[in-house]
Structures are given as C-alpha cells and as structure tokens.
C-alpha cells in the first residue's frame, strides 16, 4: 500500500532567509553598486553575440551582465 503525498508544514509567520531586495541591508556606499556601474560601462558583445545567437537546447539564458556579477 502507498503512503499518501505528504507536504511541507505550513508556516505563515515564519521570517524569510534574507530580506527581499539587497537595498534594504546594504549602505547605499556599498561597492557592489560600483560595480554594478562598471558592469554596464563594459564591452560584453563578445559574450552577448553568441549568447543571442539561436540556441536549440532549451531555456532562455541569463543576461551576461547578471552572470558577471
């Protein structure tokens, strides 16, 4: 006899791990918002051209600026 599907308890009050946007909990001096900048004033066509390019395998993929980081 199979058992029936069981699920995860259900905890509406419990608090997340982290807070929802990284803003809430870095200082607005943080260096990831320099590099968040220094991101954007790269060349990426070398990794973003074929990145475009028609990939048969599946799923889109990630944006290469958010991998960089």
């Known amino acids: ?4 599907k069981t699920f995860r308890p259900l905890a509406p009050g419990q ?3 982290l807070p929802a ?3 809430d909990w ?3 001096v943080h ?3 320099f590099l968040l900048d220094l991101v954007d004033e790269l060349d990426l066509s070398a990794i973003v051209t074929p990145a475009q ?4 395998r599946g799923e889109k993929g990630f944006d290469p600026r ?4």
């Open 1 to 4: 006899m199979q058992k029936p």
């Open 15 to 17: 608090t997340p791990l």
């Open 21 to 23: 946007s990284p803003s």
């Open 26 to 28: 870095l200082s607005a």
């Open 31 to 33: 260096q990831v918002y």
């Open 53 to 56: 390019s028609k990939d048969l």
């Open 66 to 69: 958010m991998v960089t980081l």
